[in-house]
């Protein structure tokens, strides 16, 4: 009999225990706030409806930066939205035409062609640098926004689709005498075709190190301008969602991402979980932003933070209601605090989409 008490004891204190775990297990869950509930894209489909962002669980709003004027600033402030713009870093549609000598060169020393419907740019170019760097001043002085998200981040190519393009690029004159300059290689005398071989040949892992250097050089030098120009507000990055290894390593080795030097600097990433777009089941999403959760080691309540974007919008596939809420939940997953959609207008012209945003955004706000 003093045996049998004695196990039921200690079995009582192991369901105790595990009670416990549950409970703090749950009460975390439940803690944990999403404090960006958001939209990609012009507020205007919702407001044409007569629909109130704040009342449908909304409080920011993602867009392009050419799309902000001041009455969109004065009612978006009205309903209690903070204001992010999206910002197109290295894309380089319309300026190349006019200033070849920002057209990223190819390992064959020809002008890259546009990868389906992005048009890269020599990251390196000067005047293509200054240019940009003029018009983030402009914004940041003309418009009261509350942060800056970098898109295009990236070495000319395109992942957004299930069968990326990714070229060798830039072997320019500009970018070969800064990796010269930089890691202090002499690359030989030769055709643009001699050099890029030699350099992917003979030095492969200083080329691409650098090469990453001067995406985190620009991130670099737009913290320091919107630090100079507006103090407080955000810095985030629209980015690739491949891990380190997707694509033979693509990500760093061929667009020039490197979390390790980024996540020093951005203040928050946005990685781009267009399942649809990308060939993916929605559950991807989930482990996505899992693996990037763990990647880059966040902290509950520090920077840099993790604020997705999910595709809602029907190309190449119809995303459903139902399939669009379950990816803006899992959009939250791990620690992840806040999460957008591509696009508002995709939300906007569906009622049903419309009511799984407010339902998913109005229960956050009610289990804070």
């Known amino acids: 009999?003093?045996?049998?008490?004695?196990?039921?004891?200690?079995?009582?204190?192991?369901?105790?225990?595990?009670?416990?775990?549950?409970?703090?297990?749950?009460s975390i869950l439940?803690?944990?706030?999403?404090?960006?509930r958001g939209i990609y894209g012009s507020p205007e489909p919702f407001w044409k409806k007569d629909l109130r962002l704040d009342q449908l669980g909304v409080n920011a709003i993602f867009l392009h930066s050419g799309s902000i004027n001041e009455a969109m600033m004065k009612r978006a402030k009205s309903e209690g939205l903070k204001v992010y713009a999206e910002f197109a870093?290295?894309?380089?549609?319309?300026?190349?035409?006019?200033?070849?000598?920002?057209?990223?060169?190819?390992?064959n020393g020809k002008r890259v062609e546009a990868a389906t419907w992005f048009m890269g740019v020599c990251p390196t170019e000067p005047g293509f640098r200054q240019y940009r760097f003029n018009e983030l001043?402009?914004?940041?002085?003309?418009?009261?926004?509350?942060?800056?998200?970098?898109?295009?981040?990236?070495?000319?190519?395109?992942?957004?689709?299930?069968e990326p393009i990714l070229p060798e690029t830039c072997f320019c004159e500009s970018?070969?005498?800064?990796?010269e300059s930089s890691t202090g290689i002499k690359v030989p005398e030769g055709s643009t075709h001699e050099k890029a071989e030699w350099i992917l040949s003979t030095n492969d892992g200083a080329w691409r190190s650098w090469r990453c250097s001067v995406i985190a050089g620009w991130v670099r030098d737009f913290k320091h301008i919107i630090k100079e120009e507006r103090p407080g507000a955000l810095l985030g990055v629209y980015h690739c969602p491949w891990d380190d290894d997707d694509f033979n390593g693509a990500r760093r080795r061929t667009l020039?991402?490197?979390?390790?030097?980024?996540?020093?600097?951005?203040?928050?990433?946005?990685?781009?979980v267009y399942h649809g777009r990308m060939g993916k089941s929605p559950e991807?999403?989930?482990?996505?932003?899992?693996?990037?959760s763990r990647r880059l080691e966040i902290r509950p309540g520090a920077f840099p933070k993790i604020w997705p974007i999910i595709q809602c919008y029907n190309d190449p596939k119809t995303i459903s209601a139902d399939e669009?809420?379950?990816v803006l939940r899992y959009g939250t997953t791990a620690q992840a605090t806040g999460v957008m959609m591509f696009t508002s207008n995709a939300v906007a012209e569906d009622d049903q989409k419309i009511a799984a945003m407010k339902r998913v955004y109005n229960n956050w706000i009610n289990n804070k």
């Open 175 to 179: 970018c070969i005498s800064r990796f």
């Open 30 to 36: 439940q803690s944990k706030q999403i404090e960006t």
């Open 89 to 107: 870093t290295l894309n380089g549609k319309n300026y190349v035409e006019t200033h070849p000598e920002a057209w990223a060169i190819d390992k």
């Open 1 to 26: 009999m003093g045996r049998i008490h004695y196990h039921y004891v200690a079995l009582s204190i192991v369901i105790l225990i595990l009670l416990a775990f549950a409970s703090a297990d749950k």
């Open 256 to 272: 020039g991402l490197d979390y390790d030097s980024l996540r020093g600097i951005v203040d928050v990433f946005s990685p781009m």
């Open 284 to 292: 991807w999403v989930k482990e996505n932003i899992e693996w990037f």
């Open 137 to 162: 001043r402009t914004l940041l002085r003309k418009f009261p926004i509350d942060g800056v998200w970098m898109d295009y981040l990236h070495w000319h190519a395109q992942f957004e689709d299930s």
């Open 324 to 326: 669009f809420e379950k």
